[in-house]
Nanobody, 122 residues
Framework: EVQLQASGGGLVQAGGSLRLSCAVS????????IGWIRQAPGKEREGVSC????????YYADSVKGRFTISINNARNTVYLQMNSLKPEDTAVYYC???????????????WGKGTLVTVSS
């Protein structure tokens, strides 16, 4: 059974930083990628970033490129999203999602964790 548990959201001022963590179990990284998908009120879901477990390939949406960094720990049971230089438009619920690499880019996935809310104040 795939389990994804996201944490680390909160309230931060614009320009600040947060690190999201996703505890992962039941995922075979040779077959799946892990990513972060966000949804802001009234907006469509956006594939923010994802990482391929087998090759370490990474993807970043243009809106976060240069500010966010995704990584996996050595034990391959936690995926991080380091978010720097946060902007009010980054405010959203962030979901940790497992699925195909391309699917995650298009904000789709097979297994979803509960979201964590990130609020960036101006």
């Amino acid at each position: 059974e795939v389990q994804l548990q996201a944490s680390g959201g909160g309230l931060v001022q614009a320009g600040g930083s947060l690190r999201l963590s996703c505890a992962v179990s039941g995922v075979t990284f040779d077959d799946s990628a892990i990513g972060w998908i966000r949804q802001a009120p009234g907006k469509e879901r956006e594939g923010v970033s994802c990482i391929s477990g087998s090759y370490g390939s990474t993807y970043y949406a243009d809106s976060v490129k240069g500010r966010f960094t995704i990584s996996i720990n050595n034990a391959r049971n936690t995926v991080y999203l380091q978010m720097n230089s946060l902007k009010p438009e980054d405010t959203a619920v962030y979901y940790c999602v497992a699925g195909g690499y391309t699917d995650l880019i298009f904000a789709q996935g097979d297994s979803w964790g509960k979201g964590t809310l990130v609020t960036v104040s101006s």
